[in-house]
């Protein structure tokens, strides 16, 4: 059991535990005071700025920027000096009209500004099994491309947050690996008037370091989420994030035994693979179906 459970937990596992409510209210009315400065990661995907409205509940234009905006005194006081904030946000359209709006955008600007977080990095998640949207603008009447990728933004109350890129390393392409087995490359200044030493590029470091545009799909239907939501007939979440996105930002920005908080938890994905990778956490859902869902994804709870 993870230690400084609260007792107000919908369930707990080893590494950590799910409560059900408003995230707002539970980081407000001191019930997880105990780990107010103790969070190393919050990684979390609030409900996005939709123009219709979701069963998971989102609000609108400014009244979204605004509603975001609030959190980012409950996330501070939650985090280590060293800690982080890491939000992944969708995009949205104008209303009945094939243009984007810039809410998402601004919001997390708003949010980045008002509470005097550094912008570490922007990532892009680029799902490429997205369906194509907006429908009417992209399939009927063939005017846009389909939208297949979110903004992930990494921010921060430190300018130098805890972060290790060694522990995301990719595989090598295989021109990388014959380089390195061959030992020699074309030195010399490119086009770039960049200068490429002798050996710049011909040490070995386990893997190569990713790009900020991270390419997975969300596809997953017979994981054992799915096995439990539809055996015991619960609605499932209609935005789950694949796992592989949790476990890079976990793993880039925490060590084993550290905490990691998901106030807008949904399925709880972020909790899954926080256990999976030895890290303790806590998550926040506020429809009671899905967290009855989220159940699924721990094999004891």
Not at 42 to 48: G, K, L, N
Not at 79 to 102: A, D
Not at 129 to 144: D, G, H, M, N
């Amino acid at each position: 059991m993870m230690e400084g459970t609260s007792s107000d937990a919908a369930y707990e596992t080893k590494q950590g535990f799910m409560l059900s409510g408003m995230s707002d209210q539970i980081l407000s009315d001191g019930l997880l005071s105990r780990f107010e400065g103790k969070i190393n990661l919050i990684f979390t995907s609030p409900p996005f700025p939709l123009n219709c409205k979701k069963r998971y509940g989102n609000e609108t234009g400014d009244n979204y920027i605004r509603w975001l905006c609030k959190f980012g005194p409950l996330f501070k006081k939650m985090l280590t000096p060293n800690g982080s904030i890491v939000i992944e946000m969708g995009n949205c359209w104008t209303p009945g009209m094939p243009t984007m709006s810039t809410v998402a955008i601004r919001a997390l600007l708003e949010f980045q500004s008002q509470n005097e977080l550094h912008l570490c990095q922007e990532f892009v998640w680029h799902n490429p099994a997205k369906l194509p949207s907006p429908a009417q603008w992209v399939t009927v009447e063939r005017i846009r491309v389909k939208d297949s990728f979110t903004k992930i933004w990494w921010m921060s109350p430190n300018h130098r947050p805890k972060a290790n890129n060694r522990r995301v390393l990719q595989a090598y392409s295989q021109g990388m690996k014959d380089l390195l087995q061959k030992g020699t490359y074309n030195a010399g200044t490119r086009p770039s008037e960049h200068n490429i030493g002798e050996t710049s590029f011909l040490k070995n470091n386990g893997g190569a370091i990713p790009s900020n545009v991270l390419t997975f799909a969300n596809t997953q239907s017979s994981d054992s989420y799915h096995t439990h939501c539809r055996r015991n007939g619960l609605q499932m979440h209609p935005a789950r994030m694949p796992s592989k996105i949790a476990e890079f930002f976990i793993k880039f920005l925490t060590d084993p035994g550290d905490i990691v908080l998901d106030p807008f938890a949904g399925s709880n994905t972020t909790g899954a693979v926080a256990e999976e990778l030895g890290r303790r956490w806590i998550s926040i859902e506020a429809e009671q179906n899905y967290v009855a869902g989220s159940r699924g994804r721990f094999a004891v709870v």
